[in-house]
C-alpha cells in the first residue's frame, strides 16, 4: 500500500537554531496529517495535525506546513532547545479510515 | 492526569506463552487502537476499537486478539508467543470516530519472546 516517508532519518541541528523536518506522502486522498515527537522509552506525544484544507498550522514553537501539489509535509521548530532531541513521526489518515499510517521517524539531534 | 495507562511496562515469555496486555485511558475517548514498533521502523496498527462494543483487525493482526471490556479499557492477548512478536506495543485512544482525530499514546510495553 502507499506509505509515508521521510526524506532524512537524522538531523542534526545547534541550540537555538531552527529545525526542519520533512515527510513525503504518497496518498492523494490523504486529509489529515499529524505529527508526533517520541522521546527514548516514551510513547509518541501528539505535536501539532492539519488537515487538507489547510496549508499552515502553528503552535507554540512549532508550525506545520502542508504542500498538496507535491504531497509533502513538514515540521519546523523555532529556537531549537535540547529538550527537543527525540524521534518525529508524521503520520497520515487512510482514506479517512481509522488509521494512521506512520513513517518511519527522524531523529533530531539538538548540540550545546 | 494519567491519559493513557499500559500495563506492565516490561515481560519476557517463553515461544508459546500466552499474556494480555492491559491498556485503560480516563480521558472518556470513544476509540482506541494498539499498534507495535519495531527497531527502525514507524507504528504499525494491531486491531482497533471504533467505540465499546466493535473491534476491527488493523495492519498486522495475525497472533493477536483483542477485547474491548468497556469503554476504558482494550486488551490485546497474545494466544502463543512467537518470537516475531517481539516488540514495543502502544495504546492509544482518541475522542472521535475515524482517523482524523489525534490519538494520545500510553509509554508502552516492551515485550520479549525468547
Not at chain 1, 22 to 44: H, L, M, T, V
Request: glycine content about 10%.
Amino acid at each position: 500500500g502507499e506509505s509515508v516517508g521521510l526524506h532524512l532519518p537524522t538531523l542534526s541541528v545547534q541550540e537555538g537554531d531552527n529545525s526542519i523536518i520533512n515527510c513525503a506522502y504518497s496518498n492523494s486522498a490523504s486529509d489529515y496529517f499529524i505529527w508526533y515527537k517520541q522521546e527514548s522509552g516514551k510513547g509518541p506525544q501528539f505535536i501539532i495535525d492539519i488537515r487538507s484544507n489547510m496549508d499552515k498550522r502553528q503552535g507554540q514553537r512549532v508550525t506545520v506546513l502542508l504542500n498538496k501539489t507535491v504531497k509533502h509535509l513538514s515540521l519546523q521548530i523555532a529556537a531549537t532547545q535540547p529538550g527537543d532531541s527525540a524521534v518525529y513521526f508524521c503520520a497520515e489518515n487512510m482514506l479517512g479510515g481509522y488509521a494512521l499510517n506512520f513513517g518511519k521517524g527522524t531523529s533530531l539531534l539538538v548540540t550545546p | 492526569n494519567a491519559g493513557v495507562t499500559q500495563t506492565p511496562k516490561f515481560q519476557v515469555l517463553k515461544t508459546g506463552q500466552s499474556m494480555t496486555l492491559q491498556c485503560a485511558q480516563d480521558m472518556n475517548h470513544n476509540s482506541m487502537y494498539w499498534y507495535r514498533q519495531d527497531p527502525g521502523m514507524g507504528l504499525r496498527l494491531i486491531y482497533y476499537s471504533a467505540s465499546e462494543g466493535t473491534t476491527d483487525k488493523g495492519e498486522v493482526p495475525n497472533g493477536y486478539n483483542v477485547s474491548r471490556l468497556n469503554k476504558r479499557e482494550f486488551s490485546l492477548r497474545l494466544e502463543s508467543a512467537a518470537p516475531s512478536q517481539t516488540s514495543v506495543y502502544f495504546c492509544a485512544s482518541s475522542a472521535g470516530g475515524g482517523g482524523n482525530q489525534p490519538q494520545h499514546f500510553g509509554d508502552g510495553t516492551r515485550l520479549s519472546i525468547l
